[in-house]
């Protein structure tokens, strides 16, 4: 996920450093890793790439938002293999089932979504934060210095050295641009009140293992069908669904996407190496 | 390594199981499994390959000889993850810096090769048991039946029901074929020493991560140079050396075998996907 020039990768199984290596995605770019759930398709690949950031000489702080229990997976694995990381790993363990502030950062906050799942499992929701007006470069006859620039973007006016306005903020910026958001649903069962943490994002992704002749089966495995993803995103009232973690038994995923298209048409299949931009 | 039926994974790095799959290696087929070191690049692949065996329904006891720490690593990873397999793991974890029996197959045996490397290391050495002589069914003019053939095959005579010789064993059967024998050597420094163990072994498997050029770096990082694998096949005089576990400063591997030729000529590169067979 890239939010105004911060990188974060979200859950990480095993291989994805091929994956990112292939689809052109830098490593070193990353400062936020979030898991999920500790279920291996989600976090194997962890280990791999924190060692990876090290040996690539990684100074920066690296944030690892995760369940508990993933800091002593870690610590143990480093203990035996006698590593100690040039870089300090600043881990955020949530607690299960309550959502909660993440990561405050200067142009966004991320949010836990509580799910359920077999293990303690969590979502994330990224939120951008208000956004500054935008100058109207064509209206202002001069070049501003910076801190002209900020108070305008700060929807300040700017005065004259008499104390008379000399460019009202109305009259040379434009309306700040919409926040967005974006809302990562992994391995979960069917949860109807998902819909009100994460009403009106503008991009929901949400696991479809299944398709609803495997209904019983999804429940009992802790896990949706497309047809239950796609009645999230209709009573969250969100602009776009994403759906993916498909079971391999369904060979055509056009199938799964054909049953969440009935419920709600703005759906996407999560293919590997697709790219989602909102805009 | 296959060897008269029982196949062994030895090391097992992230993606191992990608590699597998593209190599035609049936996972299902594999009883032992051996770790050298708790380096990342030699077990990272591990918990997600067993996490594999598990889905795909395996039920037959496994193998692993490990160093100390990795079942630690293993049932944390397990515990948080609430898996619990369906097949028991039999972890054999040698003791450091002696040379140790840890498998004793009817067909062979595996002792431990103490390394000398930044943690605690051990190669491998596989050795073959004396084998049964074979019949020589064209000078044989009846169909045996299961116990003659067997007490043939253990060096026996076959005797008439007055107590005289029917067969004479040296008569009717053929001299036991030659027991092979292969040594693993993982990242090591250079051990002159290590020769006298791994004496006249078939296939020797010596690291050589750098040439001779970094030879400083090689005794700092606790790895060998092409020349030094080289010294160890000649002085322990196998009969073919494979060098591998190259630094990825080199582009050209030839440069490492035409090093490790000059010393020892039945040299070969350890390339992905290269099968070696003893015969």
Known sequence: ???????????????????????????????????????????????GLL???????????LNLVCPPGLSEIILIQMKHSQTYLNYKINCIEWVPNEPQLVLDLPKLTVHTIPLHHSVACSGYLFREKPKMRRLNAEVIPERLNVAQIIALKNGEDILNDDGTIKYENKAVTLPAAREFSYAYCSDTKYLPGLAKMIQKVDLLYHEATFMEDM??????????????????????????????????????????????????????LAREGEVFEIK
Chains 1, 2 share one sequence.
């Not at 090290?54 to 702080?61: I, P, Q, W």
């Not at 239950?228 to 996407?257: C, M, P, W």
């Open 51 to 61: 060692s990876t950031m090290h040996l690539y000489g990684r100074k920066k702080v």
């Open 215 to 268: 209904k019983d089966r999804a429940e009992n495995t802790f896990h949706s069908t497309a047809a239950q993803a796609a009645l999230v995103a209709q009573s969250a009232e969100v602009k776009q669904l994403i759906i993916g973690h498909f079971s391999t038994r369904y060979r055509d995923l056009n199938l799964l996407l054909d049953e969440a298209m009935l419920i709600f048409a703005n759906s996407s």
């Open 1 to 47: 996920v890239q939010v105004q020039g911060q990188f974060f990768m979200v859950d990480c199984g095993e291989g994805t450093q091929l994956q990112a290596k292939k689809y052109g995605v830098k490593l070193s770019k990353i400062d936020h890793i979030l898991i999920s759930h500790l279920h291996g398709d989600h976090f194997y690949g962890l280990i």
